[in-house]
């Protein structure tokens, strides 16, 4: 434990018997009401030992550690508080995000394909509801179409359709999802690729809706 | 003897708020990061109730955090006298 008397931030002698204070009565050093520099100024070492006890180092950077602590611990919390803003930003960047979607309304008829256009097992690409969006149509019988964001639903890297196996495949990570359903059955993907909602018109095939899922 | 005025806290006391406060802001931090990610699950996949309630909320914590950060620049400058 170290020894209180040799902290210059304590400025009282708790000890009468020292040399100094012989024939002195109380307890009180006689620069007690001296002016000194504030205690909270003074740079003391860990050891408490004064400075030319010190090694070189600790001499030649002196450094006032229970300040430093403090400063670092004070910087982290606005740094903390920072973060926290950046992410309150992100919830109004959805919320923005979301209201210019719902402006946008639903989007409109596209016409994909004609029936004959596609074989049984085979699928094509189309872009729905706007030129940035791909998708793909994939006939899985004569009669049954089905259609999705071709945009794995865990990084966005395009998914291959493998009909043969039942699956999209989403190559950069191994994803896979049904291919009736858009349902992830493996890898890192948790929510369904986006559904296009198709309507058939005579012998032509057109997409009508997109529907977003979580599950 | 019992003063009027108002003792600033000593260093050391104030390194013992910043402790405590930085544990509240770590613990609201955490929390908002994983409304973020909910919140981003939710809409990218057509729920859309969850938006406005959320983006409330970390507002609220937010202000909360600033709240605290405040007063510790409120305590510094009664150290400093200002």
């Known amino acids: 434990m170290a020894d209180v008397r040799q902290d210059p931030r304590s400025p009282i002698d708790a000890a009468i018997n020292t040399p100094g204070r012989e024939g002195l009565t109380g307890t009180a050093p006689a620069n007690l009401y001296a002016p000194s520099l504030d205690r909270e100024q003074v740079t003391i070492a860990p050891d408490f030992a004064p400075v030319e006890m010190q090694p070189a180092w600790r001499q030649d950077f002196p450094i006032d550690w229970p300040q430093d602590v403090y400063v670092e611990r004070r910087d982290f919390m606005k740094f903390m508080v920072l973060t926290s803003a950046a992410f309150t930003l992100g919830q109004l960047w959805i919320a923005a995000q979301n209201w210019y979607r719902k402006r946008s309304g639903r989007p409109g008829i596209q016409r994909i394909a004609a029936v004959d256009d596609l074989d049984v097992g085979h699928a094509i690409g189309f872009t729905y509801p706007n030129p940035h969006e791909r998708c793909l149509l994939v006939r899985l019988t004569t009669t049954d179409f089905v259609a999705f964001g071709q945009e794995c639903t865990h990084l966005s890297c395009a998914v291959i359709p493998r009909p043969a196996e039942g699956a999209f495949y989403c190559p950069c990570h191994e994803g896979r999802f049904d291919i009736r359903t858009g349902v992830p059955t493996a890898g890192p993907p948790r929510r369904p690729l986006t559904r296009i909602v198709l309507e058939m018109r005579e012998r032509d095939i057109y997409a009508v809706d997109v529907e977003e899922r979580t599950t | ?82």
Do not use: H
Request: some cysteine; glycine content about 8%.
């Open chain 2, 1 to 82: 003897m019992i003063s009027g005025t108002k003792r600033p806290f000593s260093r050391e006391q104030r390194a013992i708020i910043v402790y405590g406060m930085l544990f509240f802001v770590l613990i609201i931090v955490i929390l908002q990061l994983w409304l973020l990610t909910a919140t981003m699950n939710a809409w990218l996949g057509g729920d859309e109730s969850i938006v406005w309630p959320a983006a409330a909320a970390s507002a609220a914590c937010l202000a909360l955090n600033v709240g605290l950060f405040r007063y510790l620049v409120r305590i510094e400058r009664t150290r400093s006298g200002v």
